[in-house]
């Protein structure tokens, strides 16, 4: 996932056309692990090791090196890494348990986190809509909360697994910072792909997950739709759109993971539910869009 935090620049329909493909190809990724006849955390060791070689070449093709970073930039890269596998430790984990829609607003929840580190870097106050991004965000989770709970007390669960898993994206998109100013962005979905591995195996392992899996499929999908072609096209999208237009992009993925929730799965969203989930993706919006004023 990518964030603009440039002006925009001139964009034509191939660029719209990536934009919504890429929120729509990472919708899928909560669909794939539900199918996924591993654990949940072993699909996230699978999403991160299949298309290694093919991020490799991507990058290598794109003319972006692969070594030769300062050390402090191997630092924040093995960092970002470890951050990013345990993000999608938790997601995965919280997928299983919640409704889709939930899993995918509250994954995208570090948006909030990363609007909030750059107040903190930049010593000053929230901005009054940033006080409302905050005020949305809070009372739009606590319906989809108290929903979660009328459900099951494990679905409730399954919601702070991906609030967790939101705050860890925010920990690897800050971490980031600094190497994106001297590395391509697809070697750095390799190295911190590359990262990601062992740590996702590590954590499967210790659970007893299943990690061999016996149906191949969902995980090629999840490896391809989440890794490669979600957020490649999102990098190919990335310098033509406003944070504001990224963030309203960005609504895809509910929009998307709800649709498969209730086809696939039989999942209802009631009207207090989607005043809630309405709630979060505006405060989402809003945490996008004021990323164009920590540039």
Known sequence: ???????????????????????????????????????????????????????????????????????????????????????????????????????????????????????????????????????????????????????????????????LAGLLYAGYIILLQRPRASAGNWALVFWSSLVGVPVLLAVATALGETVMPNRWWPLIGLALCSQVIGQGLLIFALRHFSPLVFGLALLCQPVVAVALGWLAFGEVLGVVDLVGMILVASALVMARNSARDEA
């Open 1 to 163: 996932m990518g964030n603009a935090t440039g002006p925009a620049r001139n964009w034509n329909g191939w660029h719209f056309a990536a934009l919504i493909g890429g929120n729509a190809a990472l919708s899928l990724g909560p669909w794939f692990v539900r199918l996924a006849d591993t654990g949940p955390v072993a699909a996230g060791f699978w999403r991160l090791l299949l298309p290694l070689p093919l991020l490799a070449g991507i990058a290598l093709a794109s003319r972006q090196r692969l070594i030769g970073f300062a050390p402090g930039v191997w630092w924040a890269i093995a960092g970002a890494g470890t951050f990013f596998a345990l993000d999608l430790a938790a997601w995965h984990v919280g997928i299983l348990y919640t409704r889709l829609g939930n899993a995918t607003l509250f994954g995208n929840a570090g948006s909030l986190v990363v609007m909030a580190w750059g107040m903190v870097a930049l010593r000053r106050w929230p901005y009054r809509g940033e006080w409302l991004a905050f005020g949305l965000a809070l009372l739009g989770a606590a319906i989809l909360f108290g929903r979660s709970l009328e459900i099951d007390r494990t679905t409730l669960i399954g919601d702070l697994f991906c609030v």
